[in-house]
């Protein structure tokens, strides 16, 4: 059984920090992309960053130059550095990966729990 365990999240004001972390574990054979996700109360789920096996980044528009993703493939897990917070960065945050299960049939997603992130003053 996979499962991503999300950490981090909490109450910042803005132009504060935060960082979250999510790992995987279980019978895992291979980890492709990771990414996070946020969603705010009344929209639609949208993708924040993304990060490939291989270290390629990319990030929506509203957060670029302010958050910055990575990963420790040695341990699974993708970290999401959040700099500059702005009260409209508030959301629940879920990370997402493509993952190979050991004696699995291809990749398939996963999903954290999600962890609220609330920015204000």
């Known amino acids: 059984q996979v499962q991503l365990v999300e950490s981090g999240g909490g109450l910042v004001q803005p132009g504060g920090s935060l960082r979250l972390s999510c790992a995987a574990s279980?019978?895992?054979?291979?980890?492709?992309?990771m990414d996070w996700y946020r969603q705010a109360p009344g929209k639609q789920r949208e993708l924040v960053a993304v990060?490939?096996?291989?270290?390629?980044?990319n990030y929506a528009d509203s957060v670029k130059g302010r958050f910055t993703i990575s990963r420790d493939n040695a341990k699974n897990t993708v970290y999401l550095q959040m700099n500059s917070l702005k009260p409209e960065d508030t959301a629940v945050y879920y990370c997402?990966?493509?993952?190979?299960?050991?004696?699995?049939?291809?990749?398939?997603?996963?999903w954290g729990q999600g962890t609220q992130v609330t920015v204000s003053s």
């Open positions: 997402h990966a493509v993952i190979r299960a050991v004696g699995g049939f291809g990749a398939r997603d996963y």
């Open positions: 279980g019978n895992i054979f291979s980890v492709n992309a």
């Open positions: 990060i490939t096996s291989g270290g390629s980044t």
